[in-house]
Nanobody, 121 residues
Framework: QVQLVESGGGLVQPGGSLRLSCAAS????????MGWYRQAPGKQRDVVAH???????NYADSVKGRFTISRDNAKNTVYLQMNSLKPEDTAVYYC???????????????WGQGTQVTVSS
């Protein structure tokens, strides 16, 4: 079993900052990609930022220049630093990892429980 524990969400005023963290634990051999997704009410879940084991990073156009994704492989943790937050960033943010559960098994996707980010004055 793989568990993802997210933290760092909350209420922030427009222009403010938050830092999300997601720590992976349990049984897995290795983690390939790690990422953050978000889902606003009535909308589909979309990718926000994505980082591979090799360090390649991609961002959604809407967050480029404001959000920064990073990972600490020793701690199996991925972070999302969110600056200059806007009301349209309000959503539930989900952590995702693409990990190999055991030797010889194909990689699988695992999801965190989600953390609410609300940007409002």
């Amino acid at each position: 079993q793989v568990q993802l524990v997210e933290s760092g969400g909350g209420l922030v005023q427009p222009g403010g900052s938050l830092r999300l963290s997601c720590a992976a634990s349990g049984r897995f051999v290795s983690i390939d990609a790690m990422g953050w997704y978000r889902q606003a009410p009535g909308k589909q879940r979309d990718v926000v930022a994505h980082i591979t084991s090799g360090g390649s990073i991609n961002y959604a156009d809407s967050v480029k220049g404001r959000f920064t994704i990073s990972r600490d492989n020793a701690k199996n943790t991925v972070y999302l630093q969110m600056n200059s937050l806007k009301p349209e960033d309000t959503a539930v943010y989900y952590c995702n990892i693409h990990a190999m559960p055991w030797y010889g098994n194909p990689p699988e996707d695992y999801w965190g429980q989600g953390t609410q980010v609300t940007v409002s004055s």
